[in-house]
């Protein structure tokens, strides 16, 4: 399979989740990890759009993936602000917090780069090794 990369922008509006979300779902349905990349960019675009400046009038954000035989990377772009994102401790009994918490509970691995200009929060996903280590 030969890399390859997209990306797409959307409104900064909470209909657009599930446009990133199908979006996704589009491009990996040949993927055993289908549903944890639905789950994250669900998450992701939420945050974008709920934290960030891409949530304000007029605002977007951008979803990338790029894929190679083994590898995943997942990368939503936000419009930055003053807040950065932080995993929050568990609480028990809240709503809400638990985002970035199931992002890395699911990836292989993520991180956020950027500043208030613009950050981008991503996630990796494996799907080679877990089919190995099933065989
Ligand atoms: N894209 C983002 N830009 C700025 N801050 C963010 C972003 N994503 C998350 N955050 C911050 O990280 C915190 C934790 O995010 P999350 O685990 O998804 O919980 P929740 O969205 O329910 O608050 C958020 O409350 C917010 O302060
Ligand atoms: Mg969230």
């Known amino acids: ?3 390859w990369r997209m990306s ?5 509006s ?3 989740i599930t446009e990133a979300r199908r979006f996704v779902t589009a ?3 040949t ?5 944890d990349a639905e789950l994250i960019v669900s998450e992701l675009a939420t945050n974008a759009i709920r934290h960030s400046a891409s949530g304000r009038f007029g605002g977007c954000f ?4 790029h894929a190679t035989h083994s590898r995943i990377w997942l990368g939503i772009l936000d419009q930055g ?3 950065a994102p ?4 568990p609480q028990a009994d809240e709503e809400g917090g638990r985002g970035l918490a199931l992002v890395a509970a699911l990836a292989t691995s993520w991180g956020v780069t950027g500043d208030e200009q613009g950050r981008i929060v991503w996630a990796t996903l494996n799907p080679a090794p877990e089919k190995t280590a099933a065989r």
């Open 8 to 12: 797409r922008t959307f409104p900064g």
């Open 14 to 16: 909470p209909v657009a």
């Open 62 to 65: 951008t979803v990338a993936v």
């Open 27 to 29: 491009l990996l349905s």
């Open 81 to 83: 602000g003053q807040r």
């Open 86 to 89: 932080h995993p929050l401790p």
């Open 1 to 3: 399979m030969s890399p």
């Open 31 to 35: 993927w055993p990890v289908t549903e």
